[in-house]
């Protein structure tokens, strides 16, 4: 701040004394006089970009806090349900975010919900470091971070207020894992590839391997859909658990769709075979014209064993959605689960969820 101060009143000393001798000046003089003010223009100018830029560094910067929540009631139309009539939080997250260096940002996310015996669970959901741009233009996340396929497929789904992803819902898949990843844009698309523990957020390794995730996403050209295509291979407990998977999605104007389907294989040694699942899921939604409204529904096919008859579980969700404020929506379903290994083979319910950004 001296400097600038030193130049701008040699600028302005300069800049008078001119005035003063200008009639006595040759040509020459006043040339290199001028020059030289231009010279201490362009320095003054140089160095407040300089400070401005200082200023506003981001390790200078504030910390960036925000939130998600979603706040329920469910009624069991049949009963069946001990909680037949209740008022929960389903999710309660806050997200803190700090940049810490000119490509270096830092995510801290904790979680809550309500547990089936009434309680509150807190946990950390998220806990990572990202820095932009690390390997070959990609940005390299490390820690407690969300996994290539769930998150993903929520995004395309629009209503996980209302229930979760179908692979997340049959628990083939984790929505956040421990591990380093690479994720990046391309022109028609983008990749995230994961290495990682593969037993979830809320456990530690259990074997001595690793599973190796990923998923690339892109345009196919025009107004076709959008194609998804993910790999994981792992292990659980040591055995064998591979998962494989595609989604189409997209949408035009007002409507918006998706067909989901993922496929695995997990070793099981206590019957010394392997066990093959497979879930299957397509969604659509219709944003009404002019209108805060929106109608959505979804269905789910999962067979949990593909060797295996009678256990086959289908799901059918329908439903409204209204933006009540900017930050604050409201969105009203039928549910129907149809599980035919369990005693009561169909259960129906009606569940309004009140979902509040902050």
Known sequence: MKNIKAIISTAFLMAAIAAIQMPALADAEMDALKARLESLEKEVVELKAAIDKKSSKPEEKGVEISGLGYLSYSYDTDGNDKSANEFAIDRFYLTVRKKVGERTNVRYTTDIKTTPDGNFDAY??????????????????????????????????KYRMQQKSASDLAGMLNSAEFGVALKNKFSKGDYHFLVANGEGGNRRERDTKKDIQGRVSFALGGKAPKLSLYGDVGSIDGNKSNRIGAML???????????????????????????????????????????????????DRNDPDTSVSGDLISRVIAGVAVDLDKNLNLSIAAHVDDDDAAAEKKDKAVKAVLQVKY
């Open 124 to 157: 950390i959901k998220y806990g990572y470091v990202e820095v932009s741009e690390a390997v070959f233009g990609a940005n390299l996340v490390f820690g407690l971070q969300d996994a290539p396929w769930v998150g993903y497929e929520d995004s395309e789904w």
């Open 249 to 299: 999605s997209g949408g035009a104007g007002r409507f918006s769709y998706g067909l989901s389907l993922m496929s695995g294989s997990d070793y099981d040694d206590s019957a010394d075979r392997t066990v093959n699942e497979s879930v299957y899921s397509a969604f659509a939604s219709h944003s009404l014209k002019d209108s805060p409204w929106s109608v959505f529904a979804r269905y």
